[in-house]
C-alpha cells in the first residue's frame, strides 16, 4: 500500500493556509510549497507530475462562484470565471498570481474554530471524504492512472490537450530516436525490443527538461513509468551511476536491478545529466538511497 491518503479538503486547507501567510503568491510558488508541506503531512514523496494536475483541478474549485476562496489575477488583472480553462494552466505558472479572499479567510478560521480543522464527521462525512480522497492501494493501479489519465471534460480544454500533445510528440519522436541511437538498449533492463523503449526525460517536459539526449534515459515502457513516478531512481556515485529503488519494489521482479549500474555502452560519450538526476532524487524525497 502507498503510504499517501490526501483529502481534498485538506488540501484546500493547505491552500489556504499558504495564501493567508503570503499576501500574493505565484502559481509555481504555491504549488512547489503545498507539494512539500502535503509530502511532508502524508509521509510520502508525492509524484511532482500527478500533484499538480490535483492542485491545478483543486484551485480552480475553489476559485469557482460557488466557493471563492481565492482570487486569481493574470498580470496584474482579475480572472475571468469564463477565462479559468485557457489562462488558468501550469504555463501560465509565472504569470498567475493567487490571493485569498475574505471568504477563504472565513472558511479557514472556521476551521480553526473546530478542533483545529478537524469537525465531528456524520457517516455520511466520512463517505464523502473516502470518495474524495487521493489515495493509490498499489503500484499496478497507480502505474494504470499514469498511463491513462482522464479526459478533458469540454471540447476546448480536448482541443488544448491534444494541441499539448502534438507539440509533445513532435519532440518525443526525435528525442526517442536520438536515444535510441545513443544507447541502444533499457539502460536498466537490457531490453533492446525497440517497440517497447520509450525516451524519459530525467527533467520532466512540464517542468521545464529539453530534448537533450543529456536529460534522457532510454528505458523499458514500464521502467520509464516507474521513474517518472519516483519509485526509481538513479545515484550518482564518483563516476558511476547505480539504480536505486523505492522499497515498495523490493518485493516486485523489479528488485533484481537494485544496486546495479546504468548499462551505457563504453562508446557514448553523452551521459546523463548528473545534476539533473540528483535533482529527479530530491524531488520524490529519495536522497537517503545514496551514500
Known amino acids: 500500500m502507498l503510504p499517501w491518503h490526501l483529502t481534498r479538503r485538506e488540501l484546500r486547507l493547505i ?5 493567508f501567510e503570503i499576501t500574493s503568491i505565484t502559481l509555481e510558488q ?6 512539500r508541506i502535503a ?9 511532482i507530475g500527478m500533484f499538480i494536475e490535483i492542485a491545478i483541478k483543486t484551485l480552480k474549485e475553489m476559485y469557482i462562484a460557488r466557493n471563492n476562496w481565492i482570487q486569481i489575477d493574470v498580470d496584474g488583472r482579475t480572472l475571468r470565471t469564463q477565462d479559468i480553462e485557457s489562462y488558468f494552466k501550469w504555463e501560465s505558472r509565472s504569470h498567475l498570481q493567487i490571493r485569498i479572499t475574505l471568504r477563504g479567510v472565513e472558511m479557514l478560521e472556521g476551521q ?6 478537524r469537525t465531528t464527521s456524520t457517516p455520511e462525512d466520512a463517505y464523502r471524504e473516502e470518495v474524495d480522497c487521493f489515495s493509490y492501494h498499489d503500484i499496478e493501479k497507480l502505474i494504470w ?3 491513462n489519465p482522464p479526459r478533458a471534460n469540454d471540447i476546448e480544454s480536448e482541443r488544448m490537450v491534444i494541441a499539448r500533445q502534438i507539440k509533445n510528440r513532435r519532440g518525443q519522436s ?16 537490457g531490453c533492446r525490443y525497440e517497440p517497447i523503449l520509450e525516451a524519459a526525460h530525467i527533467t520532466p517536459y512540464c517542468l521545464g527538461g529539453g530534448f537533450q539526449i543529456e536529460n534522457g534515459l532510454l528505458l523499458r515502457a514500464d521502467i520509464h513509468t516507474l521513474f517518472d513516478l519516483g519509485l526509481i531512481t538513479i545515484c550518482t556515485e564518483q563516476d558511476s551511476m547505480i539504480i536505486k529503488m523505492d522499497k515498495l519494489l523490493y518485493r516486485t521482479e523489479y528488485a533484481e536491478y537494485a544496486n546495479k549500474s546504468l548499462l551505457i555502452p563504453e562508446e557514448v560519450s553523452c551521459h ?5 538526476l540528483n535533482k529527479h532524487r530530491s524531488r520524490f524525497g529519495l536522497e537517503n538511497l545514496c551514500p
Open 145 to 147: 492512472i499514469t498511463r
Open 272 to 276: 546523463p545529466d548528473r545534476d539533473a
Open 112 to 117: 480553526d474554530d473546530n478542533d483545529n480543522g
Open 174 to 189: 526525435q528525442f526517442r530516436s536520438d536515444l535510441i541511437e545513443a544507447y541502444g538498449q533499457c539502460l536498466i533492463t
Open 30 to 35: 504555491i504549488i512547489e510549497k503545498s507539494h
Open 15 to 19: 491552500f489556504l493556509e499558504i495564501t
Open 39 to 47: 509530502s511532508s503531512r502524508s509521509n510520502f514523496q508525492i509524484p
